[in-house]
């Protein structure tokens, strides 16, 4: 007797164990997603029909949300068009569209709620939205495959971000195709993130960093902005892979930044290819900058950097540096200057003499433009000597002491007259 009432309680133990199957909701046009998603249960599926739903949702329980041939969810020109707040819930294959139009409010497309962690939205369209994706005070959270493109008919100050990370950790932004926004994406206080595969054109920064640490920018393509990058008040970044060009200012801005790592980009026709302005302890290395109308903006204190291995091919003006001490760089292999003038008599593929960034003739030409026009003259070149052997004459420059003779990188002629027109 003891026997069975004991394989009795061990069965009960079993079956209450095991969960019950997860449940699969389908809604057809004319029929409510958001009554299918409150009738489902945690860890359902509603699945929605193609068609054109006009209804402003709230997820507020862990489930999968799912497109079946891209139907649209259409806010009405009104708040967020769907609003989570609840971890665990996965939104894929929709069109996301009309959110309302107030900055003040933040209207989204969809607006993760702080604490909706793990959070997944996979191969959406958002369509005439503020704010694509606003995502706050949520972890983990991967958005992957989306198209976002914003009011193209607001100025661009009223618009919103495509995706804007406020106070998150572990994100996970791939894949997103964003444009006709604020900044297409915008990262505030969130840290430990991975930014990869992303294309971002047609808006005020392809990516603008604030307060944010350990985060990896890498494979993405910033092009016909403003700005393409902006790191600014961050560090321990790792900005890898990258192509930004033909944006209107600068290529990647590296602002108030330390301990990073910024390594073979590609930055070309921007107006300055990399703005550098109180950056320590950062190692650049194997980056490609080319065309730019300055290759490379440096102010305000940025020291004790690593710079090697980079090419600074054909830009307008190579460096605008402007302090009071030369500054220096490539000081163990060097980087390639397509305007350096010295020689390489012992054949080891670095020149013999050093390689200064910003003399008394660039300098010149910064105030006459027009000097530009006997840049090869030998009256320039002249002067250019004359100054370097006469230190009362000599700028503080950025001075590499071991110029390579040939570029790193063989590709560089395809980057060539990639300015936005």
């Known amino acids: 007797m003891r026997s069975s009432s004991l394989v009795f309680l061990l069965a009960w133990a079993l079956l209450q164990a095991t969960p019950a199957s997860a449940t699969t909701w389908r809604v057809s046009p004319g029929l409510s997603i958001a009554a299918a998603v409150a009738k489902a249960a945690a860890g359902d599926t509603v699945e929605v029909a193609a068609g054109r739903y006009e209804e402003r949702l709230r997820i507020d329980k862990p489930l999968t949300l799912t497109g079946i041939g891209r139907p649209t969810l259409a806010g009405g020109l009104e708040g967020d068009t769907l609003r989570i707040t609840a971890p665990d819930v996965t939104v894929q294959g929709f069109i996301i569209a009309d959110s309302g139009g107030s900055l003040e409010q933040q209207n989204a497309g969809i607006y993760v709620y702080p604490g909706s962690h793990r959070a997944r939205i996979l191969d959406c369209v958002f369509s005439y939205t503020l704010f694509?994706?606003?995502?706050?005070?949520?972890?983990?959270?991967?958005?992957?495959?989306?198209?976002?493109?914003?009011?193209?008919?607001?100025?661009?100050?009223?618009?919103?971000?495509g995706i804007q990370l406020y106070n998150t950790r572990g994100a996970r932004i791939e894949n997103n195709h964003i444009s006709y926004v604020r900044d297409a994406i915008y990262v505030d206080v969130s840290h430990h993130a991975q930014f990869r595969g992303n294309r971002m054109h047609h808006s005020r920064y392809g990516t603008h960093y604030m307060n944010s640490y350990y985060n990896v920018w890498e494979d993405n393509e910033s092009f016909h902005n403003r700005g393409g990058l902006a790191l600014m008040e961050v560090r321990n970044q790792v900005v890898r892979n990258n192509r930004a060009w033909g944006n209107s200012d600068h290529g990647i801005m590296l602002r108030t930044i330390q301990d990073s790592v910024v390594e073979n980009n590609i930055v070309a026709g921007n107006g300055r290819g990399l703005f550098i302005y109180d950056a320590e302890y950062i190692t650049l290395t194997g980056n490609l900058i080319v065309d730019n109308r300055v290759g490379v903006h440096l102010a305000a204190g940025s020291t004790r950097n690593q710079v090697e291995g980079n090419d600074l091919i054909q830009n307008q003006e190579q460096?605008?540096?402007?302090?009071?001490r030369d500054e220096p760089w490539g000081t163990k292999s060097g980087n390639y200057?397509?305007?350096?003038?010295?020689?390489?008599?012992?054949?080891?593929?670095?020149?013999d003499v050093p390689y200064e960034a910003s003399d008394l003739v660039d300098r010149l030409t910064w105030r006459h433009p027009l000097a530009r026009l006997l840049m090869a003259s030998p009256a320039l070149q002249t002067?250019?000597?004359?100054?370097?052997?006469?230190?009362?004459?000599?700028?503080?420059?950025v001075v590499d002491t071991h110029p390579r003779m040939k570029p790193a990188r063989n590709d560089w002629r395809q980057w060539l007259g990639k300015q936005y027109r």
Do not use: H, M
Not at 133 to 161: A, C, H, P, Y
Not at 319 to 324: K, N, T, W
């Open 319 to 324: 460096v605008r540096y402007v302090a009071s």
């Open 337 to 351: 200057w397509s305007n350096y003038l010295g020689w390489d008599r012992d054949g080891d593929g670095i020149g």
């Open 132 to 161: 694509g994706l606003w995502i706050e005070k949520s972890d983990d959270v991967e958005v992957r495959g989306n198209l976002i493109t914003g009011k193209r008919d607001f100025s661009s100050s009223q618009r919103g971000n």
């Open 383 to 397: 002067l250019r000597l004359i100054a370097r052997q006469f230190p009362l004459l000599r700028a503080p420059s």
